[in-house]
């Protein structure tokens, strides 16, 4: 079984700061993908960034990038620049690998609120 | 747009009643899956379909619950007998063929839900 655990419920941030959102999982599967989604309060789901367990390097997409410490089973998610648009829920998900892997399992979630 | 859409986006329904929510996902995308969003259970899977393979139900909570796809495309979650525990934001996403590589890195893509109440 896979679990995911986000132990921040809620944060502020100052706008042009950088956050890190963190996120631990737990899986015997020997490889896996990590995604990060950002929910507004508009209700839509939006794809942030992907890690997969055995890339070497850290994921980056613009402002987003990945802390991926394997041994650690973490992947802390770092939104670097906050913009008033970054205010959301951000929630950090894993996927197995294989036909059984498909679905995602998702941590609880850390409310982000971005102050000008 | 180009997004998976459903609908209806709200719903409310007594008790008892069936209730059937639809999802189109994104042209092209062989894989779609719904999830359910409540307050005290978080997001919670419940079924997954890839291609013409059977269906992944292991989430689904109870017989109550059922979905289909037809063609390929659309799909439907339909749930019997209403409870008021059932009361929640169901998303549906699609996405292309996961596949069985390590190297896979296929997003999920979400549409914006159905918000079902139970009075």
């Known amino acids: 079984a896979q679990k995911i655990t986000q132990t921040q419920p809620g944060m502020f941030v100052q706008e042009k700061e950088a956050v890190t959102l963190d996120c631990t999982y737990d899986?015997?599967?020997?490889?896996?993908?990590l995604f990060w989604y950002k929910q507004p309060s508009s209700g839509e789901m939006i794809f942030l960034i992907y890690q997969g367990s055995y890339d070497e390097q850290n994921a980056t997409e613009g402002r987003y990038s990945l802390n991926f410490q394997k041994a650690r089973k973490s992947a802390n998610l770092v939104i670097s620049a906050s913009q008033l648009g970054d205010s959301a829920m951000y929630f950090c998900a894993m996927r197995g690998l294989g036909a059984a892997g498909n679905k995602l399992t998702f941590g609880g979630g850390t409310r982000v609120l971005v102050k000008p | 747009g180009a997004g998976v859409s459903q609908s209806p986006s709200n719903k409310v329904t007594e008790k008892g009643k069936d209730v059937e929510l639809r999802c189109d996902p994104i042209?092209?995308?062989?894989?779609l899956y719904w999830y359910r969003q409540s307050l005290g259970q978080g997001l919670e899977f419940l079924i997954y379909?890839?291609?013409?393979?059977?269906?992944?139900k292991s989430g689904l909570p109870s017989d109550r619950f059922s979905a289909e796809r037809t063609g390929g495309s659309v799909s439907t979650l339909t749930i019997q007998r209403t409870q008021q525990e059932d009361s929640a934001v169901y998303l549906c996403?699609?996405?292309?063929?996961?596949?069985?590589?390590?190297?896979?890195?296929?997003?999920?893509?979400f549409g914006d839900g159905t918000r079902l109440s139970i009075l």
């Open positions: 042209s092209g995308h062989t894989a």
């Open positions: 996403a699609s996405s292309l063929d996961p596949g069985d590589s390590i190297y896979s890195n296929q997003p999920q893509h």
């Open positions: 379909f890839q291609g013409n393979s059977a269906p992944d």
């Open positions: 899986t015997s599967d020997q490889s896996y993908g």
